[in-house]
């Protein structure tokens, strides 16, 4: 069993191996550690959508809108996510957020802990199949 500390290292060198900046892969090993923290599969999903990424096309989101559609497979959970962590206070306004396909949701699900965190508000989530 590899420790938090191990798992985030871990993770930060694999995000970047697989072409992320050392920014993003930071931010990606804390959110990974995060789920494994609380005992969700992070590493397990990470994983596979590493595997994922080199045969499908996910859609980078760098403007989240209250409404968000995607015509590729999915949105990548990680540069959504860090979408969603630098744009908190400008998000708290909209109501609602609508996303449509976003590729292993539970990667996503970790950063918006985050964003709960640093804007001390509960983020209600309701996953539509």
Not at 42 to 62: A, C, H
Request: proline fraction near 2%; glycine fraction near 6%.
């Amino acid at each position: 069993m590899r420790s938090l500390s191990e798992i985030e290292t871990a993770v930060k060198r694999a995000s970047r191996a697989v072409g992320f900046s050392w920014g993003n892969s930071e931010e990606v090993g804390k959110s990974i550690r995060q789920l494994e923290l609380f005992g969700l599969q992070g590493i397990k999903n990470l994983n596979q959508y590493y595997k994922d990424k080199t045969t499908k096309k996910f859609e980078d989101l760098n403007l989240i809108n209250e409404i968000n559609e995607t015509s590729y497979d999915a949105y990548c959970p990680i540069i959504l996510g860090i979408s969603f962590l630098d744009q908190i206070k400008s998000l708290e306004s909209f109501k609602t957020i609508k996303f449509k396909k976003i590729a292993y949701p539970v990667i996503f699900l970790s950063f918006l802990s985050r964003a709960s965190e640093i804007s001390g508000k509960k983020i209600h989530v309701r996953l539509d199949q």
